[in-house]
C-alpha cells in the first residue's frame, strides 16, 4: 500500500506530449483504441499496432488487410484519425505493416530460408490468411510485389500529402517498420526471409527514393526504415533474416537497408527489470556479427512485461516498472515504445497480466487503475512513467545503469543533465527490500519518486528501498 500511496503525490508533476529538451529513448506508446484519446501521460511517438476504432459505421483496425481492400481501393478514414491525434498530441508516428490482405495472400507458405514450402494457422489478428505472403511475390523475393507496392505508395502518399497541407494538424509517419514479429512468430508470418527482404527494397524506395537501382522520388526523404521485430536476446534467425537477400538485381539485405535494428523488449515481472541492461548488450552483441549491421542503433518498437510472467501483484508494479525504464533508458537505444497504455481489460482485480497505464472507467476495484485521470484513471504504473519522463529530460547516461558495488543489489545509473550537473539514479534491486545507503561524495540534494526533495551530504545514512530516487547536484 505504501507506493501507492506514494503514486497520488506524482499528480502534481506537469504532463506535457512535447517537450524542449531531449532524453535518451523516445518514450512511446501502443494505443488500443481511438476513444483514449487524448492521452493521459507525457509520451514521444505512437505505434499502430493493435490499434483500432470506430469509423464509417464499423470498428477497423490500422492493419494493412483493413486499410487495403482491394488492389486499388483504400480506406484512410482510420488512418486520418489517428495521424490527427497524433498531431494534437505532437508526437511521432510509428506504422507497422500487419496483415496480408486476403485477396492478394498466397495460399502456399515458403520456409523461412525459401528451402521449401509450408503450411500455417495464422494469428487471428492478421485477417484470413493474413500471415501467408503476397501471391505475386515468390519465395526467393523475385515477382512483381505489386499489391505492397501500390499499398506502401497509397499510404505514404495519402500522409504525407496531408500532412504538409495541414503540418499541426495532421500528423506524417515518421518510422516506417518493415513487418512485427515476422522472425519468430509464425502464426504472424509463413513466408521466407527473401520475401521480407524484397518487400523492405520496395518500401525503402518508394518512401525514401534511396537504394542502389531505384528510380523512384520520394515521398519523405526524412522518414526512417526498421527492420521486422527480432528476438530480443539473441537468435540465429535474427542473423538469417538480417543477411537475406532477394533474388532480384540490385540486392540488399535488411541490415543495409535499416535505418534502425528493431527488438521487442519484453522482461518476465518476476525477474529484476535491470535484467533489460543484460538483454540490450545481447543484441548489441548480435548485430555486431553483421558488418552491415553493427553501426545501427537499436529501437525497441514493444516492451514492458510479459504477460504470462507479470509482477506479483499491482503493488510491485509501481518499483518494478521504473527500474524497468531507468534501465532500458540507459543502454544507447534510439527508442522504447510501451505495449500498451489502455489495455485494461486484460488485466484482473489482483493483478496484472499486460502491462497498463490508464484505464478509461473505475469499476469497484478496477485492477488498481483507480487515480483519477482527465478523464479516466491511472494505474499503479502511471506515476512511475510520468516521473521517469520527466527525470530523463536532457539527461545523458555515463554508461549502463550497473550494481555498485558488484553483488550488493544496489543500483546506480550515472549521468550529466541539462536540468543539474551531475546525477545518480539509484535503488535497491529486490522488491519490497530495503538497504543502508551511504550518499557519495558529489551529490547535495536528493529527490524520490513521489516528487519530495531534500538536501543530502557526502556520507550521509539513508535507507534505500526498490523505489528510485535522483541525487543531483547543481556543479
Known amino acids: 500500500m505504501k507506493k501507492c500511496l506514494l503514486c497520488v503525490v506524482l499528480f502534481s508533476v506537469l504532463i506535457l506530449s512535447s517537450v524542449a529538451q531531449t532524453k535518451p529513448p523516445l518514450m512511446g506508446l501502443h494505443t488500443n483504441h481511438l476513444t483514449s484519446w487524448p492521452v493521459q501521460v507525457p509520451f514521444d511517438a505512437w505505434r499502430s499496432m493493435d490499434a483500432t476504432g470506430y469509423v464509417g459505421g464499423e470498428t477497423r483496425s490500422m492493419n494493412w488487410s483493413e486499410i487495403q481492400t482491394g488492389r486499388e481501393t483504400f480506406h484512410f478514414d482510420l488512418v486520418d484519425a489517428f495521424m490527427e491525434a497524433a498531431a494534437a498530441a505532437k508526437v511521432k508516428v510509428m506504422f507497422t505493416p500487419y496483415g496480408t490482405p486476403s485477396f492478394i ?32 511475390l515468390n519465395g526467393d523475393g523475385s515477382g512483381s510485389n505489386t499489391t505492397w507496392k501500390n499499398f506502401i505508395a497509397a499510404l505514404a502518399n495519402h500522409v504525407h500529402t ?26 504472424q508470418w509463413c513466408g521466407s526471409y527473401k520475401q521480407l527482404d524484397r518487400m523492405m527494397q520496395d518500401e525503402r524506395c518508394i518512401i525514401r527514393g534511396r537504394g542502389p537501382g531505384c528510380k523512384k522520388t520520394a515521398i ?20 538469417q533474416y538480417l543477411n537475406a537477400t532477394a533474388n532480384v538485381n540490385p540486392v540488399n539485405s535488411p541490415a543495409q537497408l535499416a535505418d534502425f535494428i528493431n527488438y521487442h523488449g519484453y522482461v518476465a515481472g518476476s525477474l529484476p527489470p535491470e535484467n533489460v541492461v543484460g538483454q540490450y548488450a545481447s543484441d548489441y552483441r548480435e548485430i555486431a556479427q553483421v558488418p552491415a549491421a553493427a553501426n545501427k542503433k537499436i529501437y525497441i518498437t514493444e516492451g514492458g512485461w510479459k504477460e504470462a510472467k507479470p509482477p506479483a501483484n499491482w503493488s510491485d508494479t509501481a518499483s518494478w516498472f521504473p527500474r524497468y525504464l531507468l534501465s532500458m533508458a540507459s543502454t544507447g537505444i534510439h527508442g522504447f515504445n510501451f505495449f500498451f497504455y489502455d489495455g485494461y481489460a486484460h488485466d484482473t482485480k489482483t493483478g496484472p497480466t499486460m502491462p497498463v497505464l490508464w484505464a ?36 545523458l547516461f555515463s554508461g549502463s545503469c550497473v550494481q555498485t558495488p558488484a553483488g550488493s543489489n544496489i543500483y546506480n545509473c550515472a549521468h550529466t543533465s541539462s536540468q543539474y550537473a551531475h546525477g545518480l539514479f539509484v535503488w535497491y534491486g529486490v522488491m519490497n527490500g530495503s538497504t543502508e545507503y551511504t550518499i557519495p561524495a558529489g551529490y547535495d540534494r536528493m529527490e524520490n519518486m513521489g516528487g519530495k526533495t531534500t538536501p543530502v551530504n557526502e556520507g550521509q545514512k539513508i535507507t534505500l528501498t526498490d523505489s528510485p530516487i535522483l541525487l543531483s547536484s547543481a556543479e
Open 360 to 395: 478509461a472507467s473505475n469499476p469497484p476495484d478496477n485492477y488498481w487503475c483507480s487515480l483519477q485521470a482527465s478523464p479516466g484513471y491511472y494505474c499503479s504504473t502511471g506515476p512511475g512513467w510520468m516521473k521517469i519522463y520527466t527525470w530523463l529530460q536532457g539527461v
Open 162 to 187: 496531408k500532412h504538409l497541407a495541414d503540418p499541426n494538424g495532421y500528423a506524417d509517419i515518421t518510422f516506417w517498420e518493415s513487418g512485427n514479429e515476422y522472425v519468430v512468430n509464425g502464426p
Open 220 to 239: 519523405n526523404s526524412q522518414a526512417q526504415i526498421l527492420t521486422v521485430a527480432l528476438d530480443d536476446g539473441g537468435n540465429p534467425l535474427d542473423i
Open 105 to 136: 495472400a498466397s495460399s502456399v507458405g515458403y520456409t523461412t530460408d525459401d528451402s521449401g514450402t509450408r503450411n500455417c494457422t495464422c494469428d487471428a489478428g492478421t485477417g484470413v490468411n493474413g500471415c501467408y505472403p503476397p501471391s505475386d
